[in-house]
Structures are given as structure tokens and as C-alpha cells.
């Protein structure tokens, strides 16, 4: 009977681990899209609130209109600065995310080589094994053949 991989709990945990820092590192990514998708909407809206700001001031606008554009356009600047830093640590926390992910990985790997490297050695021992067998059967067939020859001459 083979012997079981001795670290094969170890290995069971690393994949664990390894798996749960893939989930994680999937929802970082999810989430850093979406805070760069916030902030391409709130680019895209700024845009499109300047242009009518232009086109309102090209009809001519009153002063308190004008203040009214001017108070919203930085508000709106106000929320793209504040998108900016949430997509930066979004960024940040995608990075370690990543780091996390390859050092998990990195560290499965070096046991499954050590895994297969057992199943390696288990299946070398079990072919001597079977080869070991195989030739004594064959010298105890040659040698009843030799002992049969013998006794009929």
C-alpha cells in the first residue's frame, strides 16, 4: 500500500487559501472598475454641463444663473476629486490584492511540486515493485520449465 502524501492537509489549506485570494482579488477588480466607471460618468457629466453652461452664456444669461452653473460645476468638480483619491486606493487595494493572490499561488505551487514529486516517487516504487514480481514469476516459470526438461530426459 502507497504511502500517503504526508502534507497533503497543507496542500488541502494552500488551495483553500489560494482559491479565496482568487475571489478576492476578482472583487477588487470588480470594484475598482466600478469606481472608474463612476468617474467616467462624472467626467462625462461635467463635460456636459459646461458645454450648456456655454451655450446658456452664448444666449446670455443673468448673473444669478451664472453663479448657479458656475456653484454646480464645482460641486461636480468637488466629486470628480473625491472619485479620483476612491479610484486611487481602489488601485492600491487591487495591487496588494494581486500581491496576495501571487504569493498564495506561488506558495501552492511549491507544495503541489512536492506532491507530485511523491506521486513520482510512489509510482517509480510501485513499477520496481510490479517489475521485481514480474521477473520472479519469470525465473520460476524458466526454472519449473528447466526442472521439467530434466525430468523427461
Known amino acids: 500500500m502507497p ?3 504526508s502534507l497533503q492537509p497543507l496542500l488541502d489549506v494552500m488551495q483553500d487559501r489560494a482559491d479565496d485570494a482568487t475571489r478576492k482579488l476578482g472583487k477588487l477588480i470588480a470594484a475598482e472598475q466600478s469606481q472608474r466607471s463612476r468617474l467616467e460618468m ?3 457629466y461635467r463635460s456636459e454641463y459646461a458645454q450648456r453652461l ?3 452664456t452664448m444666449q446670455g444669461v443673468t448673473r444669478f444663473v451664472l453663479l448657479n452653473y458656475q456653484d454646480f460645476l464645482a460641486r461636480i468638480d468637488e466629486a470628480i476629486t473625491q472619485q479620483r483619491l476612491a ?3 481602489s488601485e492600491l487595494s487591487t495591487k496588494a490584492g494581486k500581491d496576495h493572490w501571487q504569493d498564495q499561488n506561488k506558495k501552492l505551487k511549491a507544495i503541489d511540486t512536492l506532491s507530485l514529486r511523491h ?5 517509480h516504487q510501485e513499477n520496481r515493485q510490479d517489475q521485481k514480481l514480474q521477473d520472479e514469476f519469470s525465473s520460476r516459470k524458466y526454472s ?10
Do not use: G
Not at 119 to 123: K, S
Not at 144 to 153: C, E, G, H, L, V
Open 3 to 5: 504511502q500517503p502524501f
Open 42 to 44: 462624472l467626467e462625462q
Open 54 to 56: 456655454r451655450d446658456a
Open 87 to 89: 479610484v486611487e486606493n
Open 119 to 123: 506521486d513520482a516517487r510512489v509510482r
Open 144 to 153: 519449473i520449465k528447466d526442472n521439467q526438461d530434466d525430468i523427461d530426459s
